[in-house]
């Protein structure tokens, strides 16, 4: 049977790490990145340009990005009706805010995270400021591993510091601890990812794929990727945000890049669908 012709333009895909804003949000920051790119109705136009069936809006851990009045229950509610808008195409993680009282911010997960829309957790460790492997998130760690919840971490440390508040090494500290814990790395560990071969994660690819092709071309990003392995690998692209793109440049990069690669179709279509909707089952 003859293979079937991959394009990344045009297979079905799911971007499994977006940003996107409410609207009066968005009128409060004009001129700011997230905001100006942040729209629902606009961001579903690229959906239908691109083939993007569904994608997961992911919260920054700082209620000022995403409400006007600062509260995480307010982030929950803008979420919940920008998801709402999209007619089943958009889905949300569940935020949370370490400023709170640790009970306070559990309760509010109990609350939201049998809501349809929201498929899990996302810790933003740089945003924090805090570690990742540091006991207030041990606790949500626990949470989510007892309620088979999947949690969605943020790893793009510095270079230079081996333990930074994301690095892969403190990543490590919370699997060993948590053994069935369901973990997504967003951004792969940067460009620390070799320390992350070998542990039972799903990695999505935001952001950080036309940084590792702008330092070592094709041939050996291709080679990063699969040493991670196809049943690992998830699609997603973190717009509008990126290092070296700007926002209207992201989907056409990430595709015109992965073109250039020797994936399969049956590898694309895990890849850009399976593999996240597996790790999200509950």
Partial sequence: MEEKRLDWFTIPKIDAHIHLMPQDVIEANIGEKFADYGDVSEYIKLMDKYNITT?????????????MDFTLESVHSNLYNMCNMSNGRLYSFADIDIRKNLDKNISELNKIINKTMFLGIKIHPTNTGYPIDG??????????????????????????????????????????????????????????????????????????????????????????LRE????????????????????????NKYFDILNKMDFTYEEAEKICRYNIMNMIKR
């Avoid at 991670?228 to 989907?251: N, W």
């Fill in 135 to 224: 006991e207030y998130y041990d606790k949500i760690f626990k949470w989510a591993s007892d309620n088979n919840v999947l949690v969605e971490i943020h790893s793009y440390p510095r270079t230079h510091i081996n333990d930074d508040v994301c690095s892969p090494s403190r990543i490590k500290n919370v699997i060993k601890k948590y053994s069935n814990l369901k973990v997504s790395i967003a951004h792969m560990g940067g460009f620390q990812y070799e320390q992350l071969y070998d542990i039972n994660a799903c990695f999505n690819i935001s952001a950080i794929l036309p940084d590792y092709v702008n330092e070592y071309g094709i041939k050996k990003t291709n080679n990063i």
């Fill in 55 to 67: 994608a997961f809006i992911m919260p920054f851990n700082d209620p000022y990005m995403l409400s």
């Fill in 228 to 251: 991670f392995g196809i049943e690992k690998l998830v699609f997603a692209t973190d717009y509008p945000d990126s290092r070296s793109l700007k926002p209207d440049e992201i989907y």
